[in-house]
Structures are given as structure tokens and as C-alpha cells.
């Protein structure tokens, strides 16, 4: 299959003026958006301490099975994301609803 690298680029570029997205980023966003593939994007820096607070909680609680280990794991992961100057990091959909997940159980 064959792609409009002009137009890819050209998107891009619109992204990076018009949303303030790194140029990385928007190229994530622009390659996502011609190959149809819907890619996540997550404000992880605003919100760090919810994550982070749900981590401290869970390791607390105790990891009592896999799944819970698991989780803990992808939140971390998205805790390191590379992130554009907004705080906003092109994340796979399961991190996204994890971290979703963890600001609204973090209270």
C-alpha cells in the first residue's frame, strides 16, 4: 500500500502549529490517521499524581494476582512515556483506559 507522504507531513505540520504537539508526536498522529489506525493520546504529565497515587495504593493493598501486577506495570510504563511539551504522549488504548482507570479509583 502506498501513502501520500506530502500529505502525511502536511498534517503533521499542522498539528505541530495548530496543537502545539512535538513534531514527533504529530507524526505519530498523522501516520495513525492515513493508516486508519485510531492512536491514544493521554495528558500523563497533569496527571502524574493520580497515577502515582493509585500505584502507592495498589502496592499497599498488596499485588494479590497477575492482573493487578500487570496493571501496576502499564501505569508505570506510562509514568515514562515520552511526552510533547504539553505533557501529552501517544499511548496504546489499554494504557489510556488503565490510567483512566487509576485517576478515577485514586481518591
Given at each position: 500500500m502506498r501513502y501520500n507522504l506530502r500529505q502525511i507531513m502536511r498534517r503533521a505540520w499542522a498539528l505541530h502549529r495548530e496543537?502545539?504537539?512535538?513534531?514527533?508526536?504529530?507524526?505519530?498522529?498523522?501516520?495513525?490517521?492515513?493508516?486508519?489506525?485510531?492512536?491514544?493520546?493521554?495528558?500523563?504529565?497533569?496527571?502524574?499524581?493520580?497515577?502515582?497515587?493509585y500505584i502507592?495504593?495498589?502496592?499497599?493493598?498488596?499485588?494479590?494476582?497477575?492482573?493487578?501486577?500487570?496493571?501496576?506495570?502499564h501505569l508505570r510504563a506510562a509514568l515514562l512515556a515520552p511526552c510533547d511539551r504539553l505533557g501529552v504522549a501517544v499511548l496504546d488504548g489499554k494504557t489510556v483506559g488503565l490510567c483512566k482507570y487509576a485517576?478515577?479509583?485514586a481518591a
Amino acid at each position: 500500500m502506498r501513502y501520500n507522504l506530502r500529505q502525511i507531513m502536511r498534517r503533521a505540520w499542522a498539528l505541530h502549529r495548530e496543537r502545539g504537539f512535538t513534531l514527533m508526536t504529530a507524526l505519530r498522529l498523522a501516520w495513525g490517521e492515513a493508516k486508519g489506525v485510531k492512536l491514544y493520546t493521554f495528558n500523563v504529565e497533569s496527571e502524574r499524581a493520580g497515577i502515582t497515587s493509585y500505584i502507592v495504593k495498589a502496592m499497599r493493598a498488596g499485588l494479590s494476582d497477575i492482573h493487578e501486577q500487570h496493571k501496576v506495570e502499564h501505569l508505570r510504563a506510562a509514568l515514562l512515556a515520552p511526552c510533547d511539551r504539553l505533557g501529552v504522549a501517544v499511548l496504546d488504548g489499554k494504557t489510556v483506559g488503565l490510567c483512566k482507570y487509576a485517576l478515577r479509583n485514586a481518591a
